[in-house]
């Protein structure tokens, strides 16, 4: 079967080797930090080109070809922490309506569940990167204008509006996960042996996955949702 990028799987013992050293990749991430540091985006920055190089760089990469559960945690590892960083930092498209943003970042993570389009990601790398870029500019788009909102006064119905598309993303991640917890048998064949590797079954590794998505991405957002709603409530917008 073919590998996708960042293959082949890695087994346990060889982790901390497997680095991705492309030089695209690497040329990409200088040339981000570079930028950033030009834009004056200090922490934030900082923290984004950690995240993108741990999501990419890192044996992190690898792993995802092993462990569905590590393609998990990567695509909350771009959704929600690269792309929040990246629009504190480098606030992107902020005329945008959010709800496109929120619309787009939807439709990738659903994308990339579906086993037919995982199968074409698998195979090409010219949709593995598509699919990349599906789910994290529309992300930095939609954190750009919510996480603009929280350092401004905004209106309390912008923020309303923001909590309650921040809580259906909140939703798709738990209905995804409840997906993978749940389904009956394997959806992606492509990491049997890859879990077999690490000591798992496949349907053990998509449940993992499930959790993830339930645990790390649904109620950190839930609660930014919260957050969001009681702010918006002592903005006066309740009275």
Do not use: K
């Amino acid at each position: 079967m073919d590998q996708p990028y960042c293959g082949p799987g890695v087994a346990p013992g060889d982790l901390w080797t497997a680095w991705n050293i492309d030089p695209p990749v690497l040329i990409g991430l200088a040339v981000l930090a570079w930028m950033l540091w030009r834009h004056g985006a200090g922490r934030a920055g900082g923290v984004a080109v950690i995240a993108l190089a741990i999501a990419f760089v890192s044996p992190l990469c690898a792993l995802t070809v092993a462990l569905f559960s590590a393609r998990a945690a990567h695509h909350l590892l771009l959704a929600g922490v690269a792309a929040p960083a990246l629009a504190w930092a480098w606030p992107l498209a902020r005329r945008l309506p959010a709800q496109a943003g929120a619309a787009g970042m939807a439709a990738a993570m659903a994308a990339w569940h579906l086993p037919a389009v995982y199968d074409a990601i698998w195979r090409s790398d010219a949709v593995y990167w598509a699919m990349q870029a599906a789910l994290l500019l529309p992300a930095w788009a939609f954190w750009s204008v919510v996480l603009t909102g929280s350092r401004s006064e905004a209106l309390g119905y912008q923020v309303l509006s923001h909590s309650f598309l921040t809580l259906g993303l909140a939703g798709v991640m738990g209905f995804l996960g409840a997906i993978l917890t749940f389904a009956p048998g394997v959806l992606y064949l492509q990491h049997v042996d890859g879990a077999a590797m690490w000591g798992l079954g496949a349907i053990d590794d998509q449940r993992l996955a499930g959790l993830i998505l339930w645990a790390p991405g649904f109620l950190p957002m839930a609660a930014l949702a919260g957050w969001m709603l009681r702010r918006s409530w002592r903005q006066g917008f309740a009275a």
